[in-house]
């Protein structure tokens, strides 16, 4: 009886401490088993595919996370928090002055933000989204010492912190997506919650695409379909191995991506009952393990990587929080075949130790104009660039 009464209790604090940090992220948003190091001396544990090379472009981008490249080749960069005891973010713009893929200056365009983790590009206008808000930053390469005062464009949307740092990029359609997590681990959401919407660029005609969407950090449209796929996190406390991570293809206006439903292809929680049925959900493209965080995502369009990779999607595994053995903290690369998601590759790994200890979490990517591959580690503060080098 004395036994079970502590392991009773035993779970009731390994349950609430979780459920703390999953609500109170930034100081207690603490992955197991961190270490910090100078990402430059670990980089050789880096493994990817032969002919593949990392390098540092930038150091001390603090909390590092969405990406966004200029045309003028300033790579502008959001971030959740400013230091992990300081809520208020900062965007950064990264600058290499003489082209040797070593960034030169770090400048900051803004800071004091509501967790601005989301950055995107329009007819030479920064975009920044923070939790509640979208704000506009004009003609931005010219000012990245005086950086204007922002235009709000659309302060319309929850304010939730949980879930409510975005990411956001400009369609095909030249619409700026701009998606809302669900406000809890599991919640039933309202209609303004577990969606991802669109609005014109000057903030107008919010549309929601997507629903039944928990939380994604991610997403890209294919080069060839014009179609968007976004990466979609599984809830937490329900055990080391489910439910599956998720990528996601929307194919029409409207459909419902199960959350809190369904998970992946169909896995049921049964915890809220709801009239929809199967025929009602739109299914994961393609599962990943449990907990891995799959956010960042970005369709390879560069020229430089081998044929293989050409229109394959890139995907960054943050990593876990909520798993007893550490996972994730790598890259996948996704092969998709006749618009179909046929399966994945491990493309980069070595930020968890064999000792699974993690000292970097992969976030965004980007593309330089060589084809090289820019990728964003809010952990190491850094941005790395992989290249093929034959
Ligand atoms: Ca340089
Ligand atoms: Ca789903």
């Known amino acids: 009886m004395k036994k079970r009464a502590i392991l009773f209790q035993s779970i009731f604090c390994l349950l609430f401490s979780a459920t703390v940090s999953a ?29 593949f090379k990392i390098s540092i472009y930038a150091s001390n981008v603090v909390a590092a996370r969405s990406l966004a ?30 082209g040797d893929y070593q960034a030169d200056e770090v400048l900051t365009i803004a800071s004091g933000l509501n967790m601005p983790n989301g950055v995107a590009l329009h007819d030479g206008d920064l975009y920044v989204a923070e939790v509640n ?40 359609d030249g619409r700026l997506y701009v998606p809302v997590g669900a406000p809890a681990n599991t919640v039933e959401p309202d209609a303004d919650h577990g969606i991802i919407t669109s609005i014109k660029p000057d903030g107008s005609d919010k549309q929601t695409l997507a629903r039944g969407v928990r939380n994604s950090v991610g997403f890209d449209w294919h080069p060839l379909t014009g179609e968007l796929w976004f990466t979609d996190n599984g809830r937490d406390l329900w055990g080391n191995n489910q439910p599956p991570d998720e990528l996601n293809h929307v194919t029409k206006a409207g459909q419902h991506f199960g959350y809190p439903y369904r998970y992946g292809k169909g896995l049921v929680d049964d915890q ?21 965080a799959t956010i960042g995502m970005q369709f390879y369009t560069g020229k430089s990587f081998p044929e293989q990779y050409q229109n394959q999607a890139f995907i960054a595994a943050h990593g876990s929080w909520n798993r007893a053995e550490p996972d994730g903290y790598r890259i996948f690369v996704v092969n998709i075949k006749d618009n179909e998601a046929v399966g994945y590759d491990i493309f980069a790994s070595g930020w968890l130790t064999e000792e699974k200890k993690f000292w970097g979490r992969p976030v965004d990517f980007a593309i330089l104009p060589d084809g090289s591959l820019l990728v964003s580690d809010d952990f190491a503060n850094c941005i790395y660039r992989i290249s093929y080098e034959n």
């Open 272 to 292: 809220f009952k709801t009239t929809l049925t199967d025929a009602d959900f739109t299914p994961a493209a393609l599962e990943f393990p449990a907990h891995n």
């Open 69 to 98: 490249l200029s045309p003028g080749g300033v790579l502008y960069v959001g971030s959740r928090w400013d230091d992990r005891n300081s809520q208020p973010g900062k965007v950064y713009a990264v600058v290499d002055k003489n």
């Open 23 to 51: 609500q109170f992220p930034p100081g207690a948003e603490v992955a197991i088993n961190p270490m910090s190091v100078d990402p430059a001396t670990y980089l050789d544990r880096i493994k990817l595919p032969p002919g």
């Open 133 to 172: 808000r979208i704000t506009r930053y004009g003609d931005i390469d010219s000012h990245l010492t005086s950086p204007p005062a922002p235009v709000v464009i659309n302060d319309g949307y929850p304010n939730d912190f949980m879930h409510g740092w975005k990411n956001i990029a400009f369609g095909p």
